[in-house]
């Protein structure tokens, strides 16, 4: 099934790269990749990961805000859309498994994960811990949108990069 088209815009007098108007950066796969493993050997993976959850949790919050605005999107449509964006920026195929915005709970689960397939199965621990600020930002949005109070918390239960079949993740609201 293809997917559909992400629409990028270039403003040619700044070279900006837009898409729905938000400014963008395009990069290869593995300078991610790279960049979080000399990060990880530079301070440590555990300092890394909470200075990544904290900004991915506000970066998803502002995408989905913005998202939100500019498609006239529920709350509900906002996050799948986010997880479908993410899918089509190369991030793996990301899908919730299940969804309950209602508790701010979910189980995501990323198949062929960017970053286990770049780390490989030798790295044999979970790697892709990118994505929990992403999608407890992406459930705050939600929870906030709704009216609700709540600060969802997201942990990376599996990874391809430790032998599991696909990288899963569980979201829940404290």
Do not use: K
């Not at 700044?14 to 979080?36: A, E, S």
Request: aromatic content about 8%; glycine content about 10%; some cysteine.
């Amino acid at each position: 099934m293809a997917q559909p088209q992400i629409p990028i815009d270039v403003d040619p007098e700044t070279g900006i790269w837009r898409t729905d108007g938000l400014p963008m950066m395009y990069l290869p796969r593995h300078f991610m990749v790279n960049m979080q493993q000399s990060i990880e050997a530079a301070m440590g993976i555990e300092a890394y990961r909470a200075i990544l959850y904290r900004s991915c949790h506000l970066s998803a919050l502002q995408w989905c805000r913005a998202e939100a605005r500019t498609h006239g999107l529920t709350p509900e449509e906002t996050f799948r859309h986010y997880l479908r964006r993410m899918s089509q920026r190369g991030h793996g195929q990301v899908e919730p498994a299940s969804l309950d915005t209602a508790t701010g709970r979910a189980e995501i689960i990323v198949r062929n994960s960017a970053y286990a397939l770049g780390y490989g199965p030798q790295a044999g621990r979970r790697v892709c811990y990118v994505f929990e600020g992403s999608f407890a930002g992406g459930m705050a949005y939600v929870l906030e949108a709704s009216g609700r109070s709540g600060e969802p918390l997201c942990l990376e239960t599996a990874c391809l990069a430790e032998g599991a079949s696909d990288c899963r993740f569980e979201v829940r609201c404290d």
